[in-house]
């Protein structure tokens, strides 16, 4: 409870920290020694002068924008500071399951080098660097032996770490809530019931306007016309603009296709400066010095997910050349110095890599594919979604967007608002978390068509939290409630929700959070 | 959130000092907490037999300031442990008065757990500050803190880490400061008596500058001209009404 001007004066001192030495600084300090030259720019009026300036030839927004990005991933100060692994996770318990469990994933990775006699990590030899340089760019023909190599662990195997979690100071003697015994998660977090949805998701209520369900071809074209001129004029001052609150405020009520990109890159900040690019290059010079064992899990990966699914298998080589070069990306673990659980990493020869792959991961990058087609680019947009949102959907930790708070909101969902279905299920023995998990972790990505997949991660960006996967999985369930209620094993049931492909994901949400009975 | 329009933070081109946004510290980081004693927490149980009791869900922690030195406190800090409201009592004795110590209630109800079955706030930081306190924390005695958890679902409920620290007379604060203000802080003139106002003479000289820049821009080979100091100026000047100014970007001056 600390008084707000102190809260804030210290949230300024941290920002400024971050931001002092960074190239947007150095940028603004030559764009202001320069305007000194201009005639409207004034001694006496110094201050004014250069400000103004500043303003109008855009590099305040610039600043803003980068400010805009380091409150997303600041946390709030405290006073006096509490430890930088508090501020991480402030659960004790949540900690040390998530070490444990990456020091497991570790244990798998080096058990398998010893397995199969792989080295971690390796120097390619010359001629073999000479001949990945020149295939860069179709890596997907490559067809090597993986057959030996299988996946670090599976998104059901961490379903069974986040099921056997348990607070050590939490009283399961007495069947305090029958509840917290009906579902799998038995950690009692903080999750928003339906009215606290609706009020923060108050742009998605059935009487606003959404793109993808109300600029469809079935509406008058006079009605379609003037709605979605709107949008899309006031999606293109936006980007004119560069503001990236502005974007992001916009995003909630999805963006229109063909500016979608701009968007999401203005509200990730995710420039394509030359030191990004140059950043890129260097990556991918590593990738073609060493090989890494993790490559290979890579390889698997997108054979086995994404080359199979006929959305994605054209973006194949964009796969690996984004996937390789992320694998050893050690900026990735700069960021998790200052926010939550830090994601399982290794030293390698004394190289860290950064991000150990499982089953299912490439997903994450495929759907990106379709909106940026140069590779520093899609890199970097990959890769700050990815410190923003998705490694939240593989770690342990408390935080209301990760996967842990979302396993349980779904299942509080159901139980509230579907007891019925929830009871059912339980009866012949499904869970209906062990059913929805799988779309969870990968935010949907691979379960719903493109154009659908693309409307929910608008929304995801627009409210910077993953809880509307949440929502979905249940509003998925409330949808085939009807046919779900008449089977009678688990492999019909997963049989009833075994293709989403069809489902338009804005109606189904607000259906469940507008027009839901209370 | 606040959002922060600009916190530019450079050097000037005239070589002024680098100036840094200041804020005020209202605890600096080297005020040792005090020492003190804790008692044991006493849980309030209910029921009378040892088999019968059951848990009230209400604890007291005392602290014990030094006996003979009563304290004015800035701020109390602790580590919550599945506590979901805390009451701050204060036993405090007036060193004027001879009356006896008088128990008065800082806080009360302060919750640290947004909902008390749930785990928000359960092992969070917290800090009190005099300034949200109800009445003055000065010559305390004694701190009483009266935790309550009301949930059934917690197996124990405390406070850790409780720390007390002084109020201190601050320094005359450096204000925050624009970083610019400082390059405007000339307010006392030198003596000039019969030198130009060295406002006008900066000023000129920058657009003279600036015309240096533009010319070395702008190379030609036509001729300049002489140039006279007229004399309604009284001193050079680059440009103003009286000069005639070629289209182009030589500028000629009139006789």
């Known amino acids: ?518 | 959130m606040a959002v922060i329009t600009s916190c530019c933070v450079w050097q000037t081109g005239h070589s002024l000092q680098t100036s840094h946004l200041f804020f005020q510290t209202m605890t600096p980081d080297d005020t040792k907490p005090v020492n003190f004693t804790v008692k044991a927490p006493v849980y309030l149980q209910i029921g009378d037999t040892k088999a019968d009791t059951a848990h009230s869900g209400v604890c007291v922690v005392d602290v014990n300031l030094p006996f003979g030195k009563p304290v004015n406190i800035e701020e109390v800090t602790f580590k919550n442990y599945y506590t979901a409201y805390v009451t701050v009592r204060l036993l405090r004795r007036n060193p004027e008065q001879e009356a006896p110590a008088k128990w008065c209630t800082a806080l009360r109800d302060l919750p640290l757990m947004d909902n008390p079955h749930t785990e928000r706030g359960s092992q969070d930081y917290y800090t009190i500050h005099r300034t949200q306190m109800q009445v003055e924390p000065d010559h305390v005695v004694c701190v009483r803190l009266i935790l309550r958890q009301p949930s059934l679902a917690w197996l124990t409920f405390s406070l850790e880490d409780i720390k007390i620290f002084p109020h201190t007379e601050p320094d005359p604060e450096k204000e925050v400061s624009d970083w610019l203000s400082d390059l405007t802080l000339i307010d006392q003139h030198p003596d000039l008596e019969g030198l130009p106002d060295p406002q006008t003479v900066s000023s000129s000289i920058q657009q003279m500058w600036a015309l240096t820049e533009v010319m070395q821009t702008n190379q030609t080979t036509a001729s300049i001209g002489r140039f006279d100091v007229s004399e309604t100026h009284s001193q050079p000047h680059l440009s103003c009404n009286e000069c005639v100014h070629d289209g182009g970007d030589v500028m000629k001056f009139g006789r």
């Not at chain 1, 949540?94 to 080098?113: P, T």
């Not at chain 1, 950043?279 to 991918?284: A, D, I, S, T």
Request: glycine share 4%; aromatic share 10%; with cysteine.
């Open chain 1, 1 to 518: 409870m600390m008084d707000e001007g102190i809260e804030l004066s210290l949230t300024i001192a941290q920002i400024i920290q971050r931001l002092r030495g960074s190239h947007l600084h150095s940028q603004i300090e030559r764009q202001a020694k320069e305007c000194l030259h201009q005639p409207d720019v004034k001694l006496e009026s110094l201050k004014e002068d250069v400000r103004s300036f500043l303003k109008t030839s855009g590099w305040e927004r610039k600043l803003q924008n980068a400010v805009y990005r380091e409150l997303h991933i600041q946390l709030p100060p405290r006073h006096p500071p509490a430890p930088p692994e508090h501020l991480k996770e402030p659960l004790a318990y949540m900690r040390k399951a998530q070490a444990s469990w990456e020091k497991r994933v570790l244990k798998s990775l080096n058990s398998m080098s010893t397995e199969l006699g792989v080295p971690l990590a390796h120097m390619r030899p010359a001629a073999e660097q000479k001949e990945l340089t020149n295939k860069w760019n179709e890596m997907g023909t490559d067809e090597p032996d993986l057959s030996r190599f299988r996946p670090v662990y599976a998104p059901k195997d961490f379903l069974e770490v986040l099921i056997g979690l348990r607070n050590p100071n939490h009283d399961s003697s007495e069947d305090i809530s029958a509840r917290s015994h009906w579902g799998l998660i038995q950690v009692p977090l903080n999750v928003r019931d339906i009215p606290h949805l609706r009020e923060a998701y108050s742009e998605l209520n059935l009487t606003s306007g959404q793109m993808g369900i109300d600029d469809h071809a079935l509406i008058h074209p006079a009605v379609l016309c003037t709605h979605s001129l709107f949008c899309l004029h006031l999606s293109c001052v936006v980007v004119m603009e560069e503001d990236s609150a502005a974007a992001q405020q916009y995003s909630r009520q999805g963006c229109p296709t063909g500016l979608r990109a701009d968007l999401w890159a203005l509200i990730l900040n995710a420039t394509n400066q030359p030191q990004d690019v140059m950043h890129y290059e260097q990556l991918k010079a590593g990738v073609i010095q060493h090989n890494l064992l993790v490559d290979n899990l890579i390889y698997k990966d997108v054979k086995l997910t994404a080359s199979n699914d006929d959305y994605y298998f054209v973006f194949e080589d964009f796969l690996y050349q984004v996937l390789l070069c992320f694998s050893r990306d050690t900026a990735v673990l700069e960021h998790f110095k200052y926010n939550s659980a830090t994601p399982p990493k290794s030293y390698i020869q004394g190289e860290i890599i950064s991000v150990i792959p499982f089953h299912g991961f490439s997903m994450y990058v495929a759907p990106l594919c379709f909106l940026y087609n140069e590779p520093s680019k899609l890199y970097n947009v990959f890769r700050e979604m990815y410190i923003r949102y998705f490694f939240r959907l593989h770690s342990i930790s408390s935080h209301p967007s990760g996967i842990l708070s979302l396993c349980l909101q779904f299942e509080r969902l159901l139980q509230t608002h579907l007891p019925q279905l929830f009871y059912h299920l339980r009866q012949i023995g499904v869970q209906p978390l062990r059913l929805a998990f799988k779309w969870m972790v990968r935010a949907f990505s691979g379960y719903l068509s493109t154009d659908q997949l693309l409307l929910l991660w608008d929304r995801i960006l627009g409210y910077d939290s993953l809880e509307v996967v949440a929502v979905l999985a249940a509003a998925v369930f409330a949808f085939r409630a009807e046919n779900l209620m008449e089977v009678t094993s688990l492999a019909s049931a997963e049989a009833v929700l075994a293709d989403l492909s069809t489902l338009k994901v804005m109606p189904l949400i607000q259906v469940f959070l507008f027009a839901t009975a209370m």
